[in-house]
């Protein structure tokens, strides 16, 4: 049997296929730095599996995907949940007993409020004790117990019957004799 003769033309294919092979691992590995950006990337090519958790920041997602910072404002038609309870005895002749409603956001506008003693729903607090809501603007504040509670009334932290404020409103209940516990649920939904 006779040997196949080596040729140039042998020589140079071989040394072409290992060249062609070869570069595209050297392509690979010497990409020079920040040099792959939007343009090169497909549209849903990356994905949360193909993200190393803990790599990105805040300012790296878009406008209301995270949650705000505790003491910054709520968004827009977001929501605000949270109970509320206090007793005590009044001090007599017409004083009151209260407790404070603190959002744990800042309103963007002066809510509202609405009040619900029997914990159910009225005209602009569609929820009840259990489920508060809230039409948007508005406080609502939901009794879920009573005791010995005469009157009531909502308040702005600053002594203004009937308003609210930014940063919460204030229950306030008159009652007696004895012992007067009020206890409950609110909802405010921002404009």
Same mark, same amino acid.
């Given at each position: ?12 294919? =071989?040394?072409?296929? /290992? +060249? ?7 392509? %690979? ?6 040099? +792959? ?8 090519? +990356?994905?949360?599996? @193909? ?10 997602? @878009? ?5 705000? @910072? ?8 977001? !929501?605000?949940?949270? $109970?509320?309870? /206090? ?7 017409? #004083? /009151?007993?209260?407790?404070? %409603? ?9 809510? %509202?409020? &609405? ?12 929820? =009840? ?9 508005? +406080? ?9 509670? !005469?009157?009531? /009334?909502?308040?702005?932290? #600053?002594?203004?019957?009937? @308003? ?7 229950? &306030? ?16 939904? $921002?404009?």
């Amino acid at each position: 049997m006779k040997r196949p003769r080596l040729t140039y033309a042998n020589v140079l294919s =071989t040394a072409a296929l /290992f +060249v062609a092979l070869g570069g595209t691992g050297y392509a %690979i590995t010497t990409l020079p730095a920040n040099s +792959v950006g939007t343009l090169q990337i497909k549209a849903g090519a +990356v994905n949360s599996a @193909k993200v190393k958790n803990g790599s990105l920041l805040g300012k790296d997602l @878009k406008a209301g995907v995270l949650p705000p @910072k505790p003491g910054g404002v709520l968004p827009s038609h977001g !929501t605000m949940r949270g $109970a509320y309870g /206090f007793s005590g005895a009044p001090g007599g002749g017409g #004083s /009151f007993l209260s407790g404070v %409603i603190s959002f744990p956001l800042k309103a963007p506008t002066v809510p %509202i409020p &609405e009040l619900s003693t029997t914990g159910g729903s009225t005209a602009h607090c569609p929820g =009840t004790a259990a489920d508060p809501k809230a039409a948007a603007g508005y +406080v609502c504040v939901y009794r879920g117990y009573g005791l010995q509670v !005469t009157s009531t /009334f909502l308040d702005n932290l #600053s002594g203004n019957r009937n @308003k609210a404020s930014q940063f919460g409103v204030l229950v &306030e209940d008159s009652g007696g004799p004895g012992i007067v516990a009020d206890s409950g649920t609110w909802a405010y939904t $921002a404009p």
